[in-house]
């Protein structure tokens, strides 16, 4: 049967290798992609995968697609109005939020309202509105299926729970390209150092949240909602390989671990046909050439991001979404080169400090927490 998908963020890291996996499997129809202005890959997506509708959060950007693609059947739309539309279009089935930011959870939570499910690949959706979204999938009876590479092991992994509790996860982290750093040594980070990750291919901005920590630190708040248990329940473990993608262990002591290469299109194909697992090209496990797999205890003292994370996310309200928010701009801030690497946390921790926290937050005021943390960083950074 033909399963129709929306991909929201259909330019980036996600959404290309999950077009990727669309290319080979031929049995998924493509209804909505959205994105932010790359107007050139997405005229190459709309030609090749005919989606009814095509949305560029840049109006003028949309304007230009518009022109480009005049001679196709796709309708062209723009902004927040046609992110919610690629969201919600009636025939689709499951919508891909793989867009970068905040941005996505007022689309996600309409498209649950409409009864899609939902392949979740934006973190900060559950980070900052969980106590919202996970609610609306029960009431809604619709699936939430992790994407990230992480939380999608810890799925796979509690496939064979039969209902039984979790004792803890056990999340893995690489530990990043400065695993081991000194703070002197972090002083010193140079752009271009911090966007070489030892393992994954991503955007820039998840890459720069991996060699802070900060990223794992967003993954221990989205396993404390997706599964349900407890911030200190979730053990962040250094595992530098990325051969284990994460583990849960039982209260009888048993643990299962998922592994596999380093391949974002297993997770993606694993959530797009869930609970069928499908044929995937590419490498190998060869535990023949696996002499070893080393664990080491993450240094929180030297990557604070990750201990500030635990301390959001254990007071919760709208703490999570500002330590997110200033994240967001110090990594858009660092990339642009306007501030050194270890301002970044410096960034976070300020906001979290100067924040006054509100308990059980609707959208509404998750949104006014993210611009009162932007405004506060502009008037201490700028």
């Known amino acids: 049967m033909m399963k129709r998908i929306a991909i929201l963020g259909s ?117 900052t509105a969980g106590h919202i979204i996970m609610p609306l999938a029960a009431e809604k009876g619709v699936k939430l299926l992790p994407v990230d590479s992480e939380h999608s092991a810890i799925f796979q992994c509690l496939q064979g729970a039969a209902g039984n509790a979790l004792h803890k996860i056990l999340l893995t982290a690489s530990g990043g390209p400065f695993r081991g750093f000194t703070m002197d040594q972090l002083a010193k ?15 820039h901005k998840i890459t720069i949240d991996s060699s802070t920590m900060v990223n794992k630190g967003l993954e221990v708040m989205e396993a404390h909602w997706l599964f349900g248990v407890e911030m200190d329940q979730v053990q962040v473990v250094v595992q530098p390989a990325s051969v284990i993608h994460s583990m849960v262990e039982f209260e009888d002591g048993a643990v299962i671990a998922q592994l596999g290469t ?46 500030l994370a635990y301390d959001a996310g254990r007071r919760g309200g709208t703490l999570p979404t500002v330590f997110n928010a200033a994240n967001e701009m110090a990594v858009a801030m660092f990339l642009e080169r306007k501030i050194s690497y270890l301002t970044i946390v410096d960034m976070i921790e300020g906001a979290m400090e100067h924040h006054c926290v509100k308990p059980a937050p609707d959208v509404a005021q998750i949104l006014e927490a993210e611009q009162e943390t932007y405004d506060y960083i502009k008037s201490k950074w700028n």
């Not at 095509?54 to 480009?68: F, G, I, M, N, P």
């Not at 980070?189 to 955007?203: C, F, I, Q, T, Y």
């Not at 797009?272 to 797999?293: A, V």
């Open 11 to 127: 330019t980036g890291s996600i959404g290309t290798q999950t077009l990727e996996v669309v290319r080979y499997n031929k049995d998924i129809q493509v209804t909505a992609l959205a994105a932010g202005g790359n107007v050139t890959l997405m005229e190459e997506q709309i030609r090749e995968f005919k989606p009814k509708l095509a949305c560029l959060w840049d109006r003028e950007k949309a304007e230009q697609l518009r022109t480009a693609v005049a001679d196709l059947d796709v309708k062209v739309a723009s902004g927040m109005e046609g992110l919610m539309e690629a969201a919600t279009a009636e025939e689709t089935d499951l919508v891909v939020t793989a867009v970068v930011g905040m941005i996505g959870i007022r689309p996600t939570i309409a498209a649950m309202e409409a009864g899609k499910d939902i392949a979740l690949a934006n973190k900060e959706t559950l980070v």
């Open 262 to 307: 380093p391949d974002m299109k297993l997770p993606i194909q694993y959530a797009l046909y869930y609970p069928e697992r499908r044929f995937l090209p590419g490498d190998r496990l060869d535990f023949t050439k696996l002499s070893q797999i080393a664990f080491e205890v993450p240094d929180m003292d030297t990557f604070r991001g990750l201990k």
């Open 189 to 203: 980070v140079r752009l271009e150092d911090a966007l070489k990750h030892p393992n994954w291919s991503m955007g």
